[in-house]
C-alpha cells in the first residue's frame, strides 16, 4: 500500500484494516475520521499534502490520498462517493448531514446556524451534501425530498430527519439523538 499516515496530535490512534486496505484515524476527544480506501481516483501529483485535520499523508505519484476525511468541530463537504465512507468511520458517534442545494434561500440563511452547531457539539460529526446532479443518486437514496433537508444518523443508520430551515427542531433533534 502507498499511503502513510502520520499524527501531529498526541492523542491520536491509527486503525488499518487489512481486509478493505482501509485506515481510520480517530482522536479521543476531538475526533478526527481520515477513511482511505480507493486511492487511483484521487490522482495526487506532490508527494506530500497536508490537511486541515493535522495529518500529513505522504504519497507516490500514482496514489492518492485519503477519499474521505472529516472533523469534529467544522462542517464537511460531502458526495455520493465520500458520505458513506464518513459514516462508517465515524462508527457510534451521532452524524448530521445538511441536504441543500445553491439556488435555496432558506439553506443559505441556516448555513451559518448550522456551522455554529459544529463549532457548539463536539461529540457530534457535520457534513453537508450539495444535492445537484452529481450527487442525485445518493440525494435520492436517502430520500430528500425537500430542501433544506438533515438526516441524523447514528449507527450507520437514518434515525431522525428534520425538513425545512427548522433550527430549534434540528437543535431538538440533534439533543434527542445525542441523548440515546
Do not use: H
Amino acid at each position: 500500500m502507498a499511503l502513510q499516515l502520520y499524527s501531529a496530535a498526541p492523542r491520536i490512534s491509527v486503525l488499518q484494516n487489512p481486509v478493505s486496505q482501509g485506515i481510520i484515524a480517530a482522536a479521543r476527544q476531538r475526533t478526527i475520521v481520515c477513511v482511505a480506501a480507493d486511492y487511483a481516483g484521487l490522482n495526487l501529483k506532490t508527494k506530500d499534502r497536508r490537511l486541515s485535520a493535522g495529518f500529513r499523508i505522504a504519497a507516490s505519484q500514482d496514489a492518492a490520498a485519503a477519499a474521505a476525511v472529516a472533523e469534529i468541530g467544522q462542517v464537511t463537504e460531502v458526495d455520493k462517493d465520500t458520505f458513506w465512507p464518513i459514516v462508517a468511520a465515524a462508527g457510534t458517534k451521532t452524524v448530521v448531514l445538511d441536504m441543500y442545494t445553491q439556488w435555496c434561500g432558506p439553506c443559505k440563511i441556516i448555513a451559518p446556524r448550522y456551522k455554529e452547531l459544529s463549532e457548539k457539539y463536539d461529540d457530534v460529526l457535520f457534513l453537508k451534501l450539495d444535492c445537484n446532479q452529481d450527487n442525485k443518486p445518493l440525494a435520492k437514496e436517502l430520500g430528500i425530498k425537500v430542501v433544506p433537508t438533515f438526516k441524523i444518523l447514528k449507527d450507520n443508520k437514518i434515525v431522525k430527519e428534520v425538513t425545512g430551515a427548522k433550527f430549534d427542531d434540528l437543535v431538538s433533534a440533534i439533543e434527542l439523538v445525542r441523548s440515546t
